[in-house]
């Protein structure tokens, strides 16, 4: 990578965002976290990033909030967004349901708990 990409990860359990930021920079990325979806949109606002691994349940605002209001925003569209959820495939009853993750405009989907690899893998594929 010639220049380094900026990557956001958002996430409210801090011990998950510390070891996804560790390796996401371990490949050369620059990572900074939030820890919930208010938080991120002001960091997105302040300076945008190349890509955001987005957590699905979080206070504030929830990953899917995030994700539509980035999508829905012209300055904001083109980046990419991987959701992670710890929500089941089973679960259909509610707005967090794996099918849910999927209609949203996100660019990637990765339930919890995804490895911190396949996270990697993820956002290489999205900012190369």
Excluded: W
């Excluded at 190349?50 to 979080?58: E, G, K, P, S, T």
Aim: aromatic letters at 6%; a negative charge; glycine letters at 4%.
């Amino acid at each position: 990578m010639s220049e380094k990409k900026r990557i956001l990860v958002v996430d409210d359990e801090p011990d998950f965002a510390s070891i996804v930021q560790s390796n996401l920079k371990r490949e050369g990325f620059d990572v900074e976290v939030a820890y919930d979806g208010k938080e991120a949109i002001e960091k997105v606002k302040a300076n945008p990033p190349d890509a955001i691994v987005l957590d699905v349940m979080m206070p504030e605002k929830d990953g899917y909030e995030v994700c539509s209001e980035l999508k829905r925003s012209e300055q904001y569209k083109e980046i990419p967004i991987i959701m992670l959820t710890a929500v089941a495939d089973h679960v259909g009853s509610t707005r967090y349901s794996h099918a849910d993750g999927m209609s949203m405009e996100a660019d990637d989907y990765l339930p919890k708990p995804a490895s911190a690899e396949e996270i990697t893998q993820s956002v290489k594929r999205l900012v190369s």
